[in-house]
């Protein structure tokens, strides 16, 4: 970018002397403003995609971060000039952010923006501080439920949503396949015996934990290769905007096949994950000399393709219980800890470790406070950073003593598999982190944010989220949501305003979503759910379907005076899909009670209406583009360069919102509320379950719950398999 201040060149040549000194005098005396410097490039950068040429108009400033331990920033108005400093590039772009929110001319969400610029910058000032070094987003899981047909164009925009919103520490996991691919072929592995070690593109993020192998593969050569060229793009823009990008490491987990070509290796094979019907994974030892020398060529590879990195995620028991000896647990687990630490650090000396700390609330019974402080007792405190994301469930940090000295990080997890029913709790939010602030125990936390299993969905909470580390709880939820509105919409009113009170009150103070994992069956609804005749049992969703019912009705009232294409509009629709799915969750339940008590004329009156409002909320969604089947569907085909690539990536989208995998309990745990699904996926399930409950009960006849629900997975295998885009 260059300059836009006055230059001078060959002075003596073009004016005499008395007139440079005229001209260097009355620019003195005026103020003069530099388009901002090469420092903040890539700030610019992200303003210009977002306000374009208006972005001529800011003035960006990097100011040196003394104290090294958290970001400012600050915002003056003069003279029709932004001037905006800060520590960083991200906390630059999140105060233009700010700024524009606050004066209601932008909004920035995944379902679209809002732009709408005045012709001159208001008078405005304001200072901008967090205690928090780092902002984390990110689960290593959204790089299956979300990203994998994610090309840089999105990548990009989505880099520029974690800028705007102050994000610095993103978990990035894409294209390392090209590395593994090059590291397990120094270890003597054919590209065939690769082949049945990779996962499918949706499902490798848990081959990379080492839960899975092969699943929906093989993964084809061209995949490894476009996530190589984006994984490039993306840290070379994260690392521009200051950002501090988390890339993989080695954790000890390896295929099969090395396990198979060194067998004097201390090698152990794990038990099946998540309920079984996964194939066995392999795990090294961390004793055993290949582990290091294994872990630091991974690294060394991982450099030479993408460069330096200073953060590095090293997991080696997500949902797995670690093979130690009950004899010598807490010397074998202090042996893990210690092993992954020196392998990353002699690979990388002064890079940290990054961990996941949800293996320490989802496994409480073997992760005691004894079994976690031994894990972490020989990793130095400032060298380790545990992302404790799991608030909203467990209270890992607390029940851990704070990690016993080593950095960390609060958050939560929010969203799980890219479910997305409507929900979040804005008031525990803000209470949470008012009540972390001031507490004495929570030890070296230098980070916050969330990290969401699936993207798109319910922006509101991602938006409040990423303000509280500014905000620090400050300003009530009341004050922060009127701005919030204001610059969704471009106005509100006193009726809007009351709706989304209730809607506070009703779908947003639900802090986690039980339905979703109900007697140990995925499924946001039970209406996603594969069909039992258990949907009885049901006690019923959260929140208060009531509040939620009337502050539809006051925001329909109010929409004729939005456009249709206005976000409003987007979130009548969202908040209406929320409530008659809730509404044939309970006409499930009438239904199957109908049935099985044999009141088939009740029974069939209330199988039209769930089919009717399940087609009506269907059509309902073509107001939503982005939450279609179709989209998800024609994304992951339109990826692929040859039809052999396309067929699996389709398969790979179509089993991971329906099946997922294994004999276990994974089924429609990434369900997804979109246009094509209610109609094409859930009711042609319930349908058969109810039609054949029905001819039971017609014919007096012991209805076959299991031969119902087994025909039922045939329907959804063939679906799977189908080439229909829906």
Known sequence: MKSDCLEFKNYNSLIKDSILVFVMLFLLGSKVYCQSADNTKSALAVMERLIGNRAKEFDLNLIENKSQNADWSEVEVTGNRVKISGTSNTSVCYAAYTFLRDIGAASVSWEGNRISLPKKWPAYSKKLATPFKYRKYLNACTF???????????????????????????????????????????????????????????????????????????????????KKEVQKQILQKMRALGMYPVVPAFSGYVPKAFAESHPNSKIKELKSWSGGGFESTYLLDPNDPLFKEIGKRFIEIYTKVYGQSDFYLADSFNEITPPVSEEHKYEELADYGKTIFETINEASPKATWVMQGWLFGDNKEFWTKEATKAFLSKVPNDRMIVQDYANDRYKVWENQEAFYGKQWSYGYVHNYGGSNPVYGDLNFYKKELTSLLQNPNKGNIVGYGVMPEGLNNNSIVYEYIYDLPWTQGKEPVEEWLKKHLNARYGKTSVTVIEAWQLLTESVYSTKYWETRWWNDWAGAYLFFKRPTLKVTEFKGNPGDKEKLKQAIELLKKEAKNFNKNNLYNYDVIDVSRHYYSLCIDDLLMECVAAYESKDIKKGDDLFKEIEKTAFDIDRMMSGQPLNNL?????????????????????????????????????????????????????????????????????????????????????????????????
């Open 144 to 226: 299956g439920y979300t990203t994998p047909w994610w090309d840089w164009k999105r990548w990009e925009q989505e880099i520029d949503w974690m800028a705007l919103h102050g994000i610095n520490l993103p978990t990035a996991l894409e294209g390392q396949e090209a590395v593994w691919q090059e590291l397990w072929k120094e270890y003597g592995l054919t590209d065939s015996q690769l082949q049945a070690h990779f996962a499918g593109p949706a499902f490798l993020p848990w081959q990379r934990m080492g839960n899975i192998n092969s699943l929906d593969g093989p993964l084809p050569q061209e995949f490894i290769n476009k």
């Open 630 to 726: 179709n989209y998800w569907l024609k994304s992951a085909w339109d990826y692929g360069d040859s039809p052999d690539a396309s067929k699996i990536y389709l398969k790979n989208a179509k089993a991971l919102i329906t099946l997922w995998g294994g004999e276990g309990h994974l089924n429609d745990y990434a369900s997804r509320a979109w246009k094509g699904m209610y109609k094409d996926f859930y009711w042609p399930r319930w349908k058969m379950f109810l039609q054949a409950q029905r001819e039971s009960a017609v014919s007096n006849a012991t209805f076959d719950e299991a031969k119902v629900r087994a025909s039922i997975k045939q329907w959804e295998e063939k679906w799977c398999e189908s080439k229909e885009m829906y």
